[in-house]
C-alpha cells in the first residue's frame, strides 16, 4: 500500500517521525532567534513552522529540503523594514507579512514563467559574500545577547560593533556565564554526539537556571511571556505606498532564496538518487511564503543547515517536516508556559553557534586559490553587506560580477589555424606564433559569443593577422563553432571588418557557422559576399594545398 508522502514506506516510517522529533528540538529555538533578529515576536518564528511548512511538504518535488525563516532572511527583514517602522510594532509585523506575500507571489511568478533560471545569476562569490556579511551581522548581535550588554539591534553593523565595545563594562556577569556555557556545551556537545539535539537541552538547561536562580532578578533578559493559540490569519491593511516601498526587499529575498533553495533541491536529489523539478520547487515556496505572511509570520526559504540535519539522520520524505508542523502546533496549545522562561543568553548563544560557520573563513580561503578576482567580488559583497545593508551589498557584487564577466569576454581566446589536409592532426596548433594556415590564407578561431564588448576585439586581431602574415592575403576565414550569438555593435564590428579586407581584395568566409546562428547573420547582412564552409578542412581543400604542420595529437571536432 502506498503511503501520501513520496518515498515514505512501512519500513521507514519510524526512522521518519525520529527524524522530525529532531527536527522539531532543532526548529524551535532557531526559529525563535530567528523572529527575535527579524524584530518580530518568538510567535512569528513558531508560525512559519505549521501552515507554511505542511504546505510547503506537500507541494516540493524535493524529499528532503526543509522550508522555514533562517538567518539571512531574517536579517535581511530586519534591515529592510527598520527604517519604515519600530520593530515589535504592529504596522512592522504586518509589513514582514506582507514582504512575505509579495515574495510568495514572486516565488509562483518565477514557477508559472519556468524563470529558475535566474539563480544562477547570484554566483557562489556573491553567495558566500553575501551570507558571510550577515552572519557577521547577526553574530555582534547574538554577542551583544551572550554578555548582556545592551545595543541598538536595529542599526547598522559599525553602530553595532560600537556598541558593543564601548559597552563592554556594563556586561551582565550571570548573563556571560550562561551565555558561555551554552556556547561550550554547544561546541562540545556536537564533537561527542553529532546528532544529538543539543540546542533544545541547552535551552531546557538554561530555562531551568533561569528559574531555579531567579536570574532575571539578577538582569538578566528573558524571552517573556508567548500568546497561547493558532496563529491568526488576515490580509496585512496597509497602504499601497508601503506595499510599493517592500517590493524591493522582497525582490532581494526571493532572489536569494531561489538561488539558494533549487542548489540545495538539486543537490540533494542527486546526491540520494531522485529526481526535482525546479518549477515545482518554486511553486512550493511560493504557496509557503503566501501562506506565511496570511499567518502573521515572515519570509522563509531552505534551511540548509536543518535540511544536512534531516540527511545525516537518514531522512529521504517530508514526512519530518510534517511532524514539525504538528509539535509546533500542539506547543502554541499547550506548552506557552514553558517558553517564557527561556534566558536570552541562551537564545544567543544558540544563534550564534549556528551562523558563525556562515561567514563563510573556509570558503574565502578556497575562492582566494581558485580565482582572485571571484574572491575580491565575493569580498565587496561581504564588506557591502556590513557597511550599506544587505541589498545594497548584493547590488554592489552583482554588478562587479557583469563588469568581471564582460572584462573576461572581453579578450576571449583567439587563434590561427595552422593547416593540414590529415583529418587526426588538431588545426589548432599548440605554438602561439602561427601566422597563417596556409600561403594567403588565415583561419581564425574566435572563442566567445561577438558583442559590444569584444566586436572591436576581434576585428582589430583581424586586421593584424592580415597586416602581419607572412605572404599576401587572400582569404580571411572566420570560424564560428564556438560562438552561440551577435549582437548588432558585435554585427557592425565585422561589417567594418568586411570592407577593410574588401579594400585589400580579401575574400572573407565563415566556416562551422551554427544554424541559429546562420539566420542572425543574414538577418544583420554579414553572409552577402561572404563564402560558407562546413567545416576549416574544406577551406584547406578547397584551394588545394599541401601544408606543414607541426605534429599533434588532438583531432579537430
Same mark, same amino acid.
Given at each position: ?22 527536527? =522539531? ?7 525563535? @532567534? ?99 556579511? =550577515? ?17 541598538? %539591534? ?67 533578559? +528573558?524571552? @517573556? ?9 488576515? /490580509? ?38 531522485? %529526481? ?15 501562506? %506565511? ?32 508542523? /504538528? ?43 581558485? %580565482? ?26 552583482? /554588478? ?87 549582437? +548588432? ?42 563564402? =560558407? ?25
Amino acid at each position: 500500500m502506498r503511503l501520501p508522502v513520496v518515498g515514505l514506506t512501512r519500513s521507514n516510517w519510524l526512522r521518519e517521525f525520529s527524524a522530525g522529533i529532531t527536527l =522539531l528540538a532543532i526548529s524551535v529555538p532557531l526559529n525563535i @532567534g530567528y523572529a527575535q533578529i527579524a524584530g518580530l515576536p518568538a510567535t512569528a518564528g513558531l508560525y512559519a513552522l505549521i501552515v507554511p511548512t505542511v504546505g510547503f511538504a506537500l507541494l516540493v518535488s524535493s524529499r528532503q529540503v526543509v522550508a522555514s525563516p533562517d538567518a539571512a532572511a531574517a536579517a535581511m527583514v530586519a534591515s529592510s523594514l527598520m527604517g519604515m517602522g519600530a520593530a515589535g510594532s504592529g504596522n512592522y509585523a504586518q509589513m514582514a507579512a506582507a514582504q512575505a506575500i509579495l515574495g510568495g507571489v514572486m516565488f509562483l511568478l518565477c514557477a508559472v514563467f519556468k524563470l529558475g533560471f535566474l539563480a544562477d545569476f547570484l554566483s557562489k562569490p556573491i553567495l558566500v559574500g553575501f551570507v558571510g556579511g =550577515l552572519a557577521l551581522d547577526i553574530t555582534v548581535s547574538q554577542a551583544a545577547k551572550v554578555l548582556g550588554v545592551p545595543i541598538n %539591534s536595529g542599526g547598522e553593523f559599525g553602530e553595532k560593533l560600537f556598541d558593543l565595545v564601548s559597552h563592554l563594562g556594563e556586561a551582565n556577569l550571570w548573563a556571560m556565564c550562561l551565555g558561555i556555557s551554552s556556547i561550550l556545551i554547544l561546541l562540545c556537545g556536537r564533537r561527542i554526539i553529532a546528532s544529538a539535539p543539543w540546542a533544545l537541552m541547552v535551552m531546557i538547561a538554561a530555562t531551568a537556571a533561569s528559574v531555579l536562580f531567579d536570574l532575571q532578578g539578577k538582569g538578566v533578559s +528573558v524571552l @517573556g511571556k508567548v500568546p497561547a493559540g493558532l496563529p491568526t490569519f488576515s /490580509v496585512p491593511v496597509l497602504s499601497w505606498s508601503t506595499w510599493l516601498a517592500l517590493i524591493p526587499s522582497a525582490i532581494a529575498l526571493t532572489a536569494v532564496a531561489v538561488a539558494e533553495g533549487l542548489l540545495v533541491s538539486r543537490q540533494y536529489g542527486e546526491k540520494n538518487n531522485y %529526481s526535482t523539478d525546479p518549477n515545482r520547487d518554486l511553486l512550493a515556496f511560493g504557496a509557503a511564503n503566501i501562506a %506565511s505572511g496570511f499567518s502573521s509570520s515572515f519570509t522563509l526559504g531552505s534551511s540548509t543547515s536543518r535540511t544536512a540535519a534531516m540527511d545525516v539522520a537518514g531522512s529521504r520524505t517530508q514526512l519530518p517536516s510534517l511532524v514539525l508542523a /504538528v509539535g509546533t502546533l500542539l506547543l502554541l496549545l499547550f506548552g506557552t508556559d514553558l517558553l517564557a522562561d527561556i534566558p536570552s543568553p541562551a537564545i544567543g548563544a544558540i544563534v550564534a553557534v549556528a551562523v558563525f560557520k556562515l561567514i563563510g573563513f573556509l570558503d574565502f580561503r578556497e575562492l582566494w586559490t581558485q %580565482s582572485r578576482a571571484e574572491c575580491a567580488i565575493g569580498a565587496a559583497c561581504f564588506v557591502g553587506v556590513l557597511v550599506v545593508g544587505p541589498i545594497g551589498g548584493i547590488t554592489l557584487a552583482f /554588478v562587479l560580477s557583469l563588469v568581471n564577466l564582460a572584462r573576461r569576454a572581453s579578450n576571449p581566446a583567439v587563434d590561427i589555424l595552422a593547416g593540414s589536409d590529415d583529418p587526426t592532426v588538431s588545426l589548432l596548433d599548440e605554438v602561439d606564433d602561427v601566422r597563417e594556415t596556409a600561403p594567403g590564407v588565415i583561419i581564425m578561431r574566435f572563442a566567445a559569443p561577438i558583442f559590444f564588448a569584444n566586436g572591436s576585439v576581434l576585428a582589430d586581431r583581424a586586421r593584424n593577422a592580415v597586416e602581419s602574415a607572412p605572404h599576401p592575403v587572400t582569404t580571411f576565414v572566420l570560424d564560428l563553432e564556438a560562438v552561440t550569438d551577435i549582437d +548588432v555593435t558585435g554585427a557592425g564590428a565585422l561589417i567594418a571588418l568586411r570592407e577593410w579586407l574588401h579594400s585589400r581584395s580579401v575574400t572573407l568566409g565563415f566556416s562551422r557557422v551554427r544554424p541559429p546562428l546562420q539566420e542572425r547573420f543574414t538577418r544583420f547582412g554579414l553572409l552577402e559576399s561572404a563564402r =560558407l564552409y562546413r567545416t576549416n578542412r574544406d577551406v584547406v581543400s578547397a584551394f588545394r594545398m599541401e601544408f606543414t604542420t607541426p605534429d599533434a595529437d588532438v583531432p579537430e571536432r
